[in-house]
């Protein structure tokens, strides 16, 4: 084919005609969230953030030889991290968050991920492409007493992740499929990357303060080693490091550029194809 005897030069120069645009927004930091740990406006304790984390479970279940399912999963987030350029750089002190101190964090997911034919499906260097994940992030305020709090038990092969929620925990927002992908690697790893849609409620914009409107878009990710990962005749059970960060959806300026770019791109490998 012609296609094929085309310069790598040229190949980079349509791409960058259509992504040069974006190109910057990669580049600099993560976008800044401020948080109101107590969502209390009198107090002066807020903190900025770029991104939380923590540890997630969830149990996969091997559905018609192509899918795999999870009825339900967790995050149980243990920190923020802050990459500035407001505030204190690095992980944000739980004496300062107030996160595992007087209140916890968590979400729970569902997802269905169809498997993309790269290597054994449910098994090492198989890849797989999100077709549904959704998602709810919770506080948990009744942190006083260890009793009271909400506890949090990691999948296995035999049975789903699953959590206890001993009261006093608060909906702070919602989220559904954007795009993402999964897979396992040679090695035995697992990860998941997505974007997601992201709304908070009226308590969730108490707590995250600023921007305001705040973010409309999610970023999550986890990953873990080999070791994180168990792998059954029907299950997967699968226990990672999980960090979420957040941004707008993109101006349309910056779409239309987008689109501008491609077009162009577009144009000229139709001329160098005719000639």
């Keep these: 084919m012609k296609i094929a005897t ?3 030069l040229f190949i980079a120069t ?5 992504l040069g645009m974006t190109a910057t927004a990669f580049a600099v930091a993560l976008p800044q969230f401020q948080v109101d740990p107590d969502s209390n406006v009198g107090t002066l304790n807020n903190f900025y953030a770029t991104s939380i984390n923590g540890g997630s479970s969830e149990r996969l279940a091997k559905v018609g030889g192509n899918q795999l399912v999870a009825t339900f999963g967790y995050l149980a987030f243990s920190g923020f991290s802050n990459d500035g350029p407001l505030g204190s750089i690095g992980n ?3 004496i300062d968050s107030g996160l595992g101190v007087t209140y ?4 729970t997911f569902d997802l269905v991920a169809d498997w993309n034919g790269d290597g054994v499906f449910g098994g090492l260097g198989s890849n797989y492409t999100l ?6 992030v919770y506080q948990d305020s009744d942190f006083a007493a260890v009793a009271t709090r909400t506890t949090f038990t990691p999948a296995t092969l035999a049975a789903d992740a699953s959590i206890a929620q001993n009261g006093g925990d608060t909906l702070f927002g919602s989220g559904s499929l954007l795009a993402g992908i999964a897979g396992i690697d040679a090695l035995g790893g697992a990860f998941l990357n997505s974007t997601t849609t992201y709304a908070n409620t009226a308590a969730g ?3 995250f303060v600023d921007p305001v409107p705040f973010y409309t878009l999610a970023f999550n990710a986890f990953n873990n080693t080999s070791q994180g990962v168990q ?3 029907d299950f997967i059970a699968i226990s990672a490091a999980g960090l979420v960060d957040f941004n707008q959806v993109p101006e349309p300026a910056t779409l239309a550029l987008l689109g501008m770019g491609l077009v162009g791109m577009g144009i000229s490998l139709r001329k160098r194809k005719a000639a």
Aim: proline letters at 7%; charged letters at 5%; hydrophobic letters at 50%.
């Design 6 to 8: 085309f310069k790598p």
């Design 104 to 107: 916890g964090l968590y979400l």
């Design 14 to 18: 349509g791409l960058a005609m259509g």
């Design 205 to 207: 914009n108490a707590f």
């Design 231 to 233: 792998i059954g005749t």
């Design 131 to 136: 077709s549904s994940l959704n998602f709810n």
């Design 92 to 94: 944000v002190p739980a």
